[in-house]
């Protein structure tokens, strides 16, 4: 069936969860656009048969059989409609015809479909990646290297330059907004902070560390109790555990 | 009207169900996987077309689009009859998704929709907040995809309660995606 390699797209879209995204399925992007650029050309050469055959004057519609032209991508209900209007006296030529104007319909409706199943396929993929770069604490470093060979070249670029905008950003406005220190940009904005310093376990070794009070030395097994926003990287990543001593 | 998104998946899915239609010109490339442009479907077959593709031919009037059999008049009394203990996924898995698609068209199917869901969400609450038991199995596991995702919503909201009221709901956790 025509839509069916589009719809393994969307199908595979489904798939993201906020834990899991599926490899970048290039071969069946390739597909699919290769079905659509064929689409294509079967529509050009059908429109043009149905011209040259307007031209000779073999179609008498009702209705004046001006040559086809395909405009922009939209779809002109009208003009396909206008050659149903005589259904009682249909000759063989108008019968050809109604067969190449609902072909070309059929391909134009896969065609159209296609583009929505890519384009969705690839805003999903998009959409995931920047919910991801905002819960590692937009430093493309941290992404898992597993997940990175999930993703195709374009979309590490991705990752890098959506983090390099944002602190593009962040450099132009913070002096204005916070002249005096800096602005923690990235902590998490759904949980709100509720202490100030917070006591960790640590559980993979992580050397030392620079916090406000000095340095401090990590090692695998020890607690400590330090500022939130220094070590907030770490307990994301897993190298430290948050205790809850409530 | 329905506001759907363009980018929305679960829009797409649905649209992919078939309804029966009856062609008035001759088409091709309907065949399955495999027979490719060997596949000629002649006037006046019927065959099986996806949704979002029966709809707009049935606007041109190159197919004569039917109702599909999930909402036929026999299903709809069905559905009025016993909301609660029908196994919508065996029916089709995006039914009420499916189902607003088709409303546009259909006048009653909305009204159908309403009745079923109402009813059905309510159980769906109760079984989320009572954990799983050997009853609710069947019904959880006839739910349509919606549902699915109302009954894990509500699920999360029972943990997120829980959390809270132990005081965990503060703790920083590790990050989901690195521990896949």
């Known amino acids: 069936m025509l839509g069916d390699e589009a719809f393994r797209l969307a199908k595979e879209a489904k798939d993201i969860t906020p834990d899991h995204i599926p490899a970048y399925n290039e071969e069946q992007v390739r597909l699919v656009t290769q079905e659509t650029r064929y689409l294509w050309t079967r529509i050009e050469e059908m429109i043009a048969s149905l011209n040259s055959s307007a031209s000779q004057g073999q179609v008498s519609q009702q209705s004046s059989a001006q040559p086809v032209t395909l405009s922009s991508q939209t779809y002109n209900t009208q003009r396909y409609s206008q050659q149903q209007n005589t259904m009682e006296h249909i000759s063989d030529s108008q019968l050809e015809a109604n067969n190449i104007n609902g072909q070309t319909a059929l391909y134009f409706l896969t065609l159209s479909r296609n583009k929505r199943c890519l384009l ?26 597993d997940l990175s060979t999930r993703l195709s070249p374009e979309e590490q670029n991705y990752i890098r330059e959506y983090a390099r905008l944002n602190s593009v950003y962040r450099d132009a406005v913070e002096s204005q907004i916070y002249p005096n220190d800096s602005l923690d940009w990235v ?43 220094d070590i907030e990287h770490l307990i994301t990543i897993g190298y430290l555990e948050h205790i809850n001593s409530c | 009207m329905a506001k759907r ?40 077959a019927r065959w099986a077309l996806p949704y979002w593709m029966a709809d707009r031919l049935n606007e041109e009037d190159y197919v004569d689009m039917e109702v599909s059999p999930v909402f036929s008049k ?39 929709l309403r009745s079923m869901y109402m009813q059905r969400i309510q159980r769906v609450a109760r079984t989320a907040q009572q954990g799983h038991n050997v009853e609710a199995l069947d ?32 703790t920083l956790k590790k990050a989901s995606v690195v521990s896949s």
């Open chain 2, 74 to 112: 026999r299903a709809n009394r069905m559905y009025a009859a016993s909301p609660e203990s029908i196994q919508l996924r065996a029916i089709c898995q995006h039914f009420y998704q499916f189902g607003l698609q088709l409303g546009d068209v259909v006048p009653e199917i909305p009204h159908v």
């Open chain 2, 139 to 170: 019904f959880v596991q006839g739910l349509d995809k919606t549902e699915a995702r109302m009954l894990k919503l509500c699920q999360q909201a029972e943990s997120a309660v829980a959390d809270w009221q132990q005081s965990k709901a503060h």
């Open chain 1, 120 to 145: 969705a396929y690839h805003h999903r993929r998009t959409q995931f990646l920047r919910s991801l770069l905002w819960t590692l604490h937009l430093a493309p470093s941290l992404v898992p290297g």
């Open chain 2, 5 to 44: 998104s363009y980018y929305d998946i679960d829009d797409i899915l649905a649209g992919q169900e078939r309804v029966p239609c009856v062609l008035r010109v001759d088409l091709d490339g309907l065949g399955s996987a495999g027979s490719g442009a060997a596949s000629k479907v002649h006037r006046d």
């Open chain 1, 187 to 229: 902590a998490d904005g759904e949980l709100p902070p509720r202490d100030l310093l917070i006591e960790v376990r640590v559980v993979k070794d992580c050397g030392e560390i620079v916090t406000e009070n000095g340095v401090v030395n990590l090692q695998a097994g020890t607690q400590h109790y330090l500022h939130r926003s």
